[in-house]
């Protein structure tokens, strides 16, 4: 793997809580991780991102801190932890966590403190208003569930601000002393062996709240020092950040303007998932070729991340009205099965109708695309959403290992777990497991396995540059290229469910013994290119030139 590690890395998301539990008390553990990292080397993973892992009430899914210094008891010790970074580095894997730094828990003693006085050392930790603001019910991240973003607190005597819940007082990033605490907190867990942080909700991060002013500005200057501490206490840290805004907004993200990549390593490409989701939808890529199009020029260094499925809802915001429609009446026409007026809380193999060719196919094309690929746990197995469970957490049901009780993901009596397993239906643990499908090299996890076994050796996927190969195609078809020092892939997808033929005969002069290494099925060999034949949802991986970089 390159200098730049991250640009060629397969990345595998979970909560370490619903992931397996090694000691029966109804919770995932570090332990219970340990014991799965061979399932996960064999998988192809090379960087696990551990959602929060630090002590917290809970009351949201562990984004509400109350130590940045420590780890959730119910997941073991720093010590547990220790040994799971060294056990994934035996293995080749790297592990980032969760960055929560917008704001605490309002149990941590540093917003108890602020609260109980304004003589208090910390009170300028947090964002305070002496009289209601202006702005209250203004800029609420979830709506229907949050209804203000300044809260009273009576023991203080002053309105608190916070972005998410009110039990979520946001950090006050101006206060030098808080910019300086967030560089120690990294700081410690590099010393102790993460590879860099996922960073939530940077824009709020970021922001210089004031009262009354829902469009407060923003101090880019945090993050450009922030990355020179990172990399100066680890040189190969990665920093990956949540930033869903506007497209102008993003390069700013990665570096200040001067072509430097001085910020942000990398970003999740929201932009492009939504348009994923739309083009899914409709069986047509012509908004994915306008986002590889319109796709902002990178600093040297700067990578996107992709997704089709994260531990949030789709955030289908960044779509028009009659897109989001397309998108919701397709994979999400049920009102249970839609969040905060613009998501879906499903997983895709129900949204996909559990076709198998679908799914392969959205995942395929995902992972081709220029950027690091983002799995979320249990994606690998087809698992689905339990719509019972109140908002995300339909999508965060424990991972379904076998055909024991539990899904063999505990040995705890079901009401003790700390979600429940689903066990019923298409989806449940009988039918979806590890178990089942590791026999059965036919199964969807089998594909993964080879199809990211294929992705890594083609690095120029996700280090070279990827563009839109514009030839006429029929109707559905998807036809892009991935240029880098180690060589020339080239990609074809199928929207449509009806076979194609594909004419790309004027790559032929390039070509020097053009062959697919990863199809849907059994074609014809590539042969001069002019006759490439595409099944309904197929696609087709055809190395076209190996480069002389490896």
């Given at each position: ?444 996890l089998g594909w993964f396995e080879r199809m990211i076994r294929t992705l890594r050796e083609a690095p120029e996927t996700g280090s070279g540059s990827t563009t839109h190969i514009d030839v006429p195609m029929p109707p559905g078809v998807l036809a892009h290229r ?16 009806e076979d194609v033929e594909v004419d790309l005969s004027t790559l032929a002069p390039e070509a020097d013994l053009p062959i697919d290494v990863l199809s849907d099925r059994n074609y014809e060999d590539v042969g001069k290119l002019d006759r490439l034949k595409l099944g309904g949802y197929g696609y087709r991986w055809i190395r076209l030139c190996r480069g002389h970089g490896r």
């Open positions: 793997m390159g200098d730049r590690w991250y640009q060629e890395a397969v990345v595998y998301c979970l909560d370490v809580d619903t992931y397996a539990d090694s000691d029966g008390d109804g919770v995932g553990d570090f332990q219970g991780l340990i014991g799965r990292l061979d399932y996960l080397a064999r998988l192809g993973v090379t960087c696990l991102w551990l959602n929060p892992i630090h002590p917290s009430p809970n009351e949201d899914d562990g984004y509400d801190a109350t130590d940045f210094y420590n780890v959730d008891p119910r997941l073991g010790t720093l010590g547990d932890f220790a040994e799971l970074l060294h056990q994934a580095s035996n293995r080749g894997i790297r592990v980032i966590i969760d960055l929560v730094v917008n704001h605490t828990s309002d149990q941590h003693p540093w917003f108890q403190s602020a609260r109980s006085s304004p003589d208090s050392p910390y009170r300028d930790w947090y964002v305070w208003a002496d009289h209601e603001p202006a702005d209250r019910h203004q800029g609420m991240v979830f709506p229907g569930e949050q209804h203000e973003t300044w809260t009273y607190d009576r023991t203080a005597k002053a309105w608190y601000y916070h972005r998410f819940y009110k039990f979520q007082p946001d950090l006050n990033i101006e206060n030098p002393k808080v910019r300086a605490e967030i560089k120690k907190i990294t700081s410690f867990w590099l010393q102790l062996g993460v590879s860099g942080f996922r960073m939530d909700a940077v824009p709020f991060i970021i922001e210089r709240t004031e009262p009354g002013n829902p469009n407060s500005p923003k101090d880019f200057d945090f993050l450009t020092d922030l990355r020179q501490h990172v990399q100066w206490r680890r040189g190969d840290a990665v920093l990956l950040a949540e930033a869903n805004v506007e497209p102008d907004e993003l390069p700013v993200y990665f570096g200040d303007g001067s072509g430097s990549g001085n910020r942000i390593h990398m970003l999740f490409d929201f932009m492009l998932n939504g348009r994923l989701m739309l083009a899914l939808a409709r069986e047509d890529p012509e908004v994915i070729i306008e986002a590889l199009r319109d796709t902002p020029k990178l600093p040297t260094g700067g990578q996107w991340a992709t997704f089709l499925r994260n531990h949030d809802e789709i955030d289908l915001s960044r779509l028009t009205a009659d897109q989001r429609n397309d998108v919701l009446a397709k994979f999400g026409p049920d009102e249970n099965m839609q969040l905060y007026g613009r998501g879906i809380r499903r997983r895709l193999a129900p949204m996909l109708g559990n076709d198998r060719r679908h799914m392969e196919l959205a995942y395929s094309l995902q992972f081709s695309l220029r950027g690091t690929p983002v799995l979320r746990y249990g994606e690998e197995i087809g698992m689905g959403e339990d719509l019972s469970l109140d908002g995300r957490d339909a999508i965060r049901t424990p991972m379904q290992w076998s055909y024991a009780d539990n899904a063999g993901f505990s040995t705890a009596e079901p009401e003790k777990l700390v979600r429940p397993v689903i066990d019923k239906g298409e989806y449940g643990y009988q039918n979806v497991n590890v178990t089942a499908q590791r026999k059965d090299p036919r199964s969807l991935a240029d880098g020092r180690t060589g020339t892939m080239v990609f074809l997808h199928n929207l449509g469910t």
